[in-house]
Nanobody, 124 residues
Framework: QVQLVESGGRLVQAGGSLRLSCAAS????????MGWFRQAPGKEREFVGA????????YVADSVKGRFAISRDSAKNTVYLQMNSLKPEDTAIYYC?????????????????WGQGTQVTVSS
């Protein structure tokens, strides 16, 4: 049974940094892509970034490029989302997701497994 558990979300001031974690369990993820999505109040869920588990190729959305970075630690079976220079518009629930394959898809429906999310609130 695949489980993705996000952690690290909290209240932070604008300009600050946070690192979100996604602990993955239940299978071997070497052939998977791990993605991060977010959903702000009243908005649709949107793609933030993704990383291939096998060779750590990454892709991040233009809206966060230069501020956010994705990485993974195979030994800990954990994927990270490092968020710097946070803005109030980054306030959202952040979700970790997984899909089998090597394509760094930005489509929500391409991902099979989802975590419950972690709340990030950025105050101005």
């Amino acid at each position: 049974q695949v489980q993705l558990v996000e952690s690290g979300g909290r209240l932070v001031q604008a300009g600050g940094s946070l690192r979100l974690s996604c602990a993955a369990s239940g299978r071997t993820f070497s052939g998977y892509v791990m993605g991060w999505f977010r959903q702000a109040p009243g908005k649709e869920r949107e793609f933030v970034g993704a990383v291939t588990w096998s060779d750590s190729r990454t892709y991040v959305a233009d809206s966060v490029k230069g501020r956010f970075a994705i990485s993974r630690d195979s030994a800990k079976n954990t994927v990270y989302l490092q968020m710097n220079s946070l803005k109030p518009e980054d306030t959202a629930i952040y979700y970790c997701a997984a899909r089998f394959g090597t394509v760094l898809s930005v489509r929500e429906d391409a991902y099979t497994y989802w975590g419950q999310g972690t709340q990030v609130t950025v105050s101005s």
